[in-house]
Structure formats: structure tokens, C-alpha cells
């Protein structure tokens, strides 16, 4: 990452109701930033998938929290979500059943990145995508 780019770090609650203050604070951050709106709606949506899917499937980190980071270079948007690492592994299902209740969200991440993956370390684990402007 280039130095003159501005990194946010955002350290959030490992609860449902971070997600709506992290998408505000990306959307702000953005706009601040003259990002298309379209692209701006894509990142929101992104984050608001590996937020929930942090929360919802994976423990805290040791300090009983979730992390986001966020910034924006030539390559796109950049989102990492950092949480306690759970047993299981973030993966699309190629093809969710339409009566599922879940399954489709990070097919949906597939769709609006360039490029998303994980990083595990002992104790955290990190998503990351980046979204083209």
C-alpha cells in the first residue's frame, strides 16, 4: 500500500448493530473521498457481508471485538474484516437452493469484487476484497 494512502482501522463490537455504524462510516469516508456513487453502494454492500458473516460465524477477537479496514488506491477499494477465526472457512456455494435462508452472500461478494480472499492467523482471521472504482 502506498504511503500517502489513508488507512481507516475501525475496531467494532462483535455484535449485529455494528454493522449499520461501519457501513456509515465507509459511506462518509467515501464520499469524503468523491468515489462513484455506484462503487460506494458496492463497497457498503461488501463490507455489510463480511461484517455479518464475522459476527454471525466467527468468534470475537481476544479483545472481544471485530475489526474493519478500509482504504482506496488505484487498484479499487480495499475492505478487510478481521475477526476471532472460527472453525469454519468463508466459501460460496455455487448454488444455494432459492428457499435457503443463507448461501448467497459471498457469491454476491464474488460478483461486485475484483478480487477477495482470507489470510488465518493463530488467533484471527481476516477476510479482504477490493472493489473496482
Do not use: C, F
Not at 69 to 76: E, F, I, L, P, Q
Request: charged letters at 25%.
Amino acid at each position: 500500500m502506498p504511503a500517502d494512502v489513508s488507512v481507516v482501522d475501525v475496531v467494532l463490537p462483535h455484535e449485529v448493530s455494528a454493522v449499520a455504524d461501519a457501513r456509515r462510516r465507509l459511506a462518509g469516508y467515501l464520499q469524503r473521498l468523491r468515489v462513484a456513487e455506484n462503487a460506494r453502494d458496492d463497497a457498503q454492500l461488501v463490507l455489510s457481508e463480511l461484517l455479518s458473516n464475522a459476527i454471525r460465524y466467527a468468534p470475537a477477537l481476544p479483545t472481544g471485538e471485530v475489526r474493519a479496514t478500509w482504504w482506496v488506491d488505484k487498484a479499487g477499494i480495499h475492505l478487510e474484516v478481521t475477526d476471532g477465526r472460527g472453525d469454519t472457512e468463508p466459501q460460496r456455494i455455487a448454488d444455494a437452493h432459492p428457499e435457503s435462508i443463507g448461501g448467497r452472500g459471498l457469491a454476491i461478494v464474488d460478483v461486485l469484487t475484483s478480487d477477495w480472499g482470507i489470510r488465518t492467523g493463530t488467533t484471527h482471521r481476516t477476510v479482504y476484497a477490493v472493489i473496482p472504482r
